[in-house]
């Protein structure tokens, strides 16, 4: 959501304390020109990112609309940089009008260098909004900025198929999960593939079908093998199989699982012709000859079922695409709640890695 | 870690959604107001969020002849109208797929046989047996004749499906009807198919009351007579009856909002928290309160019940007429714009505690809050001081516009004396949270899919609410005279003033 109007200040060589005096003055400035602008105070963001990329993370902010963080603190990282630097804003999201109250969020951008890396902490502390909950995300890597950083957030932000190795970034995820609350973008992709799988057998007379899952197999961006690891993690963590490690062949890893009654035959295959990120398809089959397909659709999921009398249905599941801008907000806003089931498809990933 | 033996589905664990068994959606009015304005844009806006069953079909059933076709334009209009957001073309147009059109009078038996091979056809199409959800968004006298001539056509139930009804307000317009039109639907559906809307009771604010009062522990110790010296819940709106005439003539302030809204609030306040988050454990805890609430006798409602209609006055900065020369008012009508009671809940909890509830068009502002007035403090050690203003604490829960909860607290005058005054300490829901509340209608009509009863009213509920105000609209009805007036844009009429025990003032609206 564009803002409609700034309140700014600026200042090189500066300090923690004189952005965060500067911030408080601006929101005072804000609320004296009308009292119906009033600070949002639901989340901070703490964003380390790379100087040269800084505009296209903003941009990329810029298209989270209501998600934004009340208080989005940008650590803009330049190696040489020797002097602290720092622009904060404070934008109103509408025009004030009688009786209404207008949401304002505050952004600041710290410029800083290798040699302010070691006091990370102590920089970005004391310009957070205390008790509300910060959320980190570190878009271009650097673990040991997200290390310095850690003891400030309650949850943190990232795309596990941003790793150059995907099997890093499962053990990574997990590394963190260990320490804070871990939001993933690959996660938050396979959303309404799992709320399909989920609806599919939710009726009664289906549910049994869960225990005779033959087989899976699963088509993804090239860049999202993580995000189908994580869809057959969710499901061998939630109807309680075991896991061994996955064969590479190519673009294809492939192996089994083992269900209480049978063996599922598992499969994940690169999709070349799929553009964005994340899932392109998937089939689940049962031994009763059920099968599911699900594939990626305009104006929602395509799916097709076979009961198991061979009769075949096709239908489309209505929804509309977050696109890539949604689902970082989604992300934002994943933050304040808790996912319970993330952690134990992570787990269950890492079991099958190769 | 979940397994199979498990009777819940283990995979619904940690969504955000639940899944919705599919499902075939009739609606009955489907060319009125509330269709076009409400239901179709909530149904597009569950679809675009990916919210509706995988298997989603939509019938409209209405009196005017048209085709399919004619009546998909009709709802694409309508959903470009009145979404809350803009509509995604391909979502729009594969929802609109699914749409037909039943047309034909309620009373025949034709558009029920029609309507029966179309659903049947969903059915066959689909390869299973969809649930059925019939939505009664007609003038209520068709209420029974629809319910009927469902029954009748073996439409109330069907194998390995859900069949549900939803009917609009007003349940009745008064006790007798209530309880009639509740006989007539129970000839016909099980309580359990029958899903009575409320939509203040889908509104996110309305829930948090809930939450509120069952989720913080500073508050119940004081939830009781022992601290709270009365209760003030109000319904103003700015605005005038506008083209509603023909409505609001035959209904009035009582019937409109307080018989059912305003006392669903008062519940929410009153209620005993429940031992479980049930429909049915939620909803007796409700209808204990209403239970709890005397009806009154009929000369005891000129203590208890004010009534009064809005005269020509100032309204946004421009003049505006007067109820009766509003357009289609019936001449002389004695309808009220404005009514106020003052309940007492005789419960160990709140006896001897006044609830006063006021709701009225053409008031000073739009707004809806709830106002609970704590005890004064037994001794104001400052007072000699001459401290200015010192008022008893007031929790003041606003449900619209700005939802949000203010409590007023004494706090001291910068400066070398001890002086006081009140200060108000905000909470409001727009600053704390990201998420846009979902209209109440996309909540309740997902929820009467999925069958959950917990936000709609029960037959005892509604039995119980008419009466406590049955008695009041029968006083009104056999006193006759002209009404008192207010001017339109004010505070409301100085008789409501006469409700007020000693000591109490209303709000300031």
Known sequence: ?354 | MSTVEQTENPLVAGLERLPVAPTTLVIFGATGDLAKRKLLPALYNLAHEGALPERFHLVGVSRKEKEDEDYRDECEQAIRRFSRRKPSEDVLQGFLENVKYVPGEFDEDAPYAELEQVLDEFDQEAGETLNRAFYLSTAPNFFPLIVERLGARGLSSHDDAEVRVIIEKPFGTSLQEALELNRQVLDVFEETQIFRIDHYLGKETVQNMMAFRFANGMFEPLWNRNYIDSVQITAAEDIGIGTRAGFYDQTGALRDLIQNHMLQLLCHVAMEPPVSFTAEEVRNEKVKVLHAIHAPKSEQVPEIAVHAQYAAGHSGGEDVPGYLQEDGVREGSTTETFAALRLEVDNWRWAGVPFYLRAGKRLARKITEIAVTLKPVPHLAFSQDGSLGVKPNQLVLTLQPNEGVTLQLGAKIPGSRMRIRSVNMEFLYGTSFMSQSPEAYERLIMDAMRGDPTLFTRNDEVEAQWRICDPVLQAWESSGGQLPQYEAGSQGPSVADDLLLDGHHWRAI
């Open chain 1, 1 to 354: 959501m564009p803002a409609v109007s700034d309140a700014v200040w600026s200042e090189q060589g500066t300090t923690p304390d004189a952005i965060e005096a500067a911030l408080r003055g601006l929101l005072a400035e804000r609320h004296s020109e009308d009292g119906g602008f009033l600070p949002a105070r639901v989340l901070n963001m703490v964003a380390f990112v790379e100087s040269e990329y800084s505009g296209e993370i903003a941009n990329r902010l810029r298209g989270v609309g209501r998600y934004h963080a009340s208080r989005l603190i940008v650590l803009s990282y330049e190696p040489r940089r020797t002097r602290l630097d720092a622009h904060a804003s404070v934008a109103a999201e509408d025009e004030a009008k009688p009786g209404d109250i207008v949401l304002l969020h505050e952004t600041v951008i710290v410029e800083l260098g290798d040699r302010h890396l070691d006091d990370l902490l102590t920089i970005a502390d004391p310009l957070v909004v205390s008790d509300l909950p910060t959320l980190l995300w570190s878009p271009h890597g650097h673990p040991e900025a997200v290390q310095a950083l850690l003891p400030l957030a309650q949850a943190t932000l990232l795309d596990s198929v941003d790793e150059p190795v995907w099997a890093e970034a499962i053990d990574r995820a997990n590394t963190l999960s260990d320490r804070l609350y871990v939001v993933d973008l690959a996660w938050l992709r396979s959303t309404p593939w799992r709320e399909r799988i989920a609806a599919t057998f939710d009726p009664p007379a289906l549910r049994g079908e869960l225990e005779a899952i033959a087989s899976i197999t699963i088509r993804h961006h090239p860049d999202s093998t993580v995000a189908g690891m994580l869809l057959i993690g969710w499901l061998a963590s939630r109807l309680g199989w075991r896991l061994s490690p996955l064969r590479a062949e190519g673009d294809v890893l492939s192996g089994t699982a083992q269900a209480e009654r049978q063996e599922i035959a598992l499969r994940l295959q690169a999709a070349p012709e799929q553009l964005v990120r994340g899932l392109a398809g998937l089939s689940i089959e049962t031994a009763s000859g059920i099968q599911l397909r699900l594939d990626r659709g305009t104006g929602g999921l395509r799916a097709h079922q076979r009961d198991a009398e061979g009769r075949e249905h096709e239908w489309t599941i209505l929804g509309a695409s977050r696109g890539e801008a949604g689902i970082l907000g989604e992300g934002i806003r994943q933050a304040l709640l808790r996912d319970p089931t993330y952690r134990p498809a992570l787990q269950a990933a890492q079991q099958m890695l190769p």
